[in-house]
């Protein structure tokens, strides 16, 4: 292999570890390094060009984090970003572009080097200047022109990408966190008390990692109110790790969630565990009542020590985790069992959210149900609209899959639908079988529900007779029995604007 050869090879092989390195200080350190060595040179620094200030800022050296700011304007690494050309010199304090005052400021003597711009190839920026200094023989050739050159261009690509990611995670950290937040919250849909108040209190807990505990029966959105949890906290920008322990096998929990070390037996592969992966965030557990007791004792001692043992781990490895946990079982009834540890209990359960089941919030059926229509719609294209009819008949059955099951009920409605509106001649024989209520509504049936049921069913026929006339008031009222001003009263009430039917007014 030629010289030549061995060098771009080299600089490969760089480029690639700079792919995986996403700290711009830790990039930077890597880069000068390694730049300092291919070129023989003594020293090789990294400087950033801030326009605005016409300044260049450079770390003091490897591994630090102070950092030097210099005129751009003067200096030869000035001189390579500010022309985008190679400024090669072999006897530095000869040379009137030199700026003598870098080495006072360094109490380093340079004798010669080589600068080249950072340029990002593919847009032309120049984000800052690449030097070497001091060649270790005589002085820095054409080749060496060559090799820097060919680093710079990388360099520039990975120093922007790690500096738009680390200005996202640092500088923007809590717009983000805001946006994301918003984002998470919004996707909980509903109306009724019980809801609003779940979503209150994420948004009163967002500054605090206090471990949450989520209860309630299968699909009614203990999944959704985690992450919803996670992106609206502190930790937003750390991992949300979701573990279902009901899904794995006991033999496997311990390395799933502890990892394991080297070395623990032929034909095992040394794996970091769920809490090592999820440090700085949040771990989501799911299922937790399945977890055997042994498990529990474990978990148990990793939120008292804050420490994980890797399986077959002789140290102990400090974690910062936030532990959200699921369960659609009765813990309480586990523990006087005896099959849950009541200290691990409380430590989960710093906070409670139980999720109502679905037939305990009647009132969302409608707004829930034209939500997940609104998305199957645009998912396939379709106009289509759910019949005052089919709401009624939805919000009258008893939902045992709760969200979930009213969801891919609305999936499939979509999918067979033949008419623009669904009605409830499009309830296959079993789907109406299924959503009969089973059981006698008890007589004690709370009131409340009811009145806002029936409002929102009431706000579902005007938005739907509002549709079918055009947005025209007039007929709207006509057809729904209503004077013109008995209708203008209920949009005002209902948040309702004729003009622009806001289907979801108050929520969206
Ligand atoms: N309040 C809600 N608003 C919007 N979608 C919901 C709501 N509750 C549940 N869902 C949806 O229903 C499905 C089941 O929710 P999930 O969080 O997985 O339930 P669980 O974890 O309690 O079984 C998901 O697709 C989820 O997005
Ligand atoms: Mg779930």
């Not at 969801?407 to 109406?432: F, H, M, T, Y």
Request: hydrophobic fraction near 40%.
């Amino acid at each position: 292999m030629s010289r030549l050869h061995e060098r771009l090879s080299a600089i490969l092989t760089i480029c690639q570890q700079m792919n995986s390195v996403r700290d711009l200080g830790a990039l930077l350190d890597l880069v000068a390094r390694e730049a300092a060595h291919l070129l023989e040179a003594d020293r090789a620094s990294i400087f950033l060009l801030d326009r605005d200030k016409m300044e260049l800022w450079s770390k003091v050296a490897l591994g630090s984090d102070d950092i030097l700011r210099f005129d751009a304007r003067k200096g030869i690494a000035g001189a390579a970003a500010l022309t985008a050309k190679t400024v090669n010199v072999s006897d530095a304090y000869n040379d009137p572009r030199f700026n003598p005052a870098i080495d006072t400021q360094t109490g380093y003597r340079t004798r010669n080097l080589l600068a080249v711009p950072l340029q990002n190839l593919i847009d032309g920026e120049v984000v800052g200047a690449f030097e070497v200094l001091n060649k270790k023989h005589g002085s820095f050739d054409a080749e060496d022109e060559e090799v820097l050159k060919s680093l710079a261009a990388q360099s520039a690509v990975a120093i922007q990408t790690a500096r738009s990611i680390g200005e996202l995670t640092k500088e923007n950290a809590s717009l983000w966190r805001e946006v994301e937040g918003q984002f998470a919250r919004h996707r909980i849909i509903g109306n009724s008390p019980k809801i609003q108040a779940i979503l209150q209190l994420i948004e009163r807990v967002r500054d605090s990692s206090v471990n949450v505990l989520i209860s309630g029966e299968s699909g009614t959105g203990k999944d959704l109110v985690a992450k919803a949890l996670h992106y609206s906290s502190l930790r937003s920008r750390r991992p949300f790790v979701a573990l279902n322990c009901a899904a794995l096998p006991e033999s496997l929990i311990e390395s799933e969630l502890f990892g394991i070390e080297k070395g623990v037996a032929t034909g095992v592969n040394p794996r970091m565990g769920q809490f090592q992966a999820a440090d700085g965030g949040t771990l989501f557990l799911d299922e937790i009542g399945d977890l055997s007791l042994t498990a529990q004792a474990k978990i148990l001692r990793v939120l008292e020590a804050k420490v994980v043992d890797r399986v077959g781990g002789r140290t102990s490895i400090p974690v910062d985790v936030r532990i959200l946990s699921a369960s659609n079982k009765d813990l309480d009834a586990e523990i006087k069992k005896g099959t849950f540890r009541e200290d691990l209990y409380y430590r989960l359960k710093v906070l409670h959210i139980h999720m109502p089941a679905l037939r305990e919030i009647r009132e969302d059926i409608p707004l829930l149900a034209n939500h997940f229509l609104m998305e199957c719609c645009r998912d396939s294209g379709k106009q289509l609209d759910l019949s005052p009819a089919i709401l009624q008949r939805m919000m009258g059955s008893d939902w045992p899959g709760n969200v979930r099951q009213l969801q891919n009920q609305i999936k499939s409605l979509v999918a067979c639908a033949r008419k623009r509106v669904i009605g409830e001649e499009d309830l296959l024989p079993e789907r109406v079988t299924q959503m009969t209520a089973r059981e006698p509504k008890p007589a004690s049936a709370p009131s409340v529900s009811l009145k806002n049921a029936v409002a929102e069913l009431e706000r579902q026929m005007i938005v739907e007779a509002l549709r079918a006339t055009g947005n025209n008031q007039l007929k709207t009222a006509k057809a729904l029995g209503l004077s013109r001003q008995g209708l203008i009263n209920k949009l005002k009430r209902y948040r309702l604007n004729s003009n622009e039917t806001h289907l979801f007014g108050a929520t969206s």
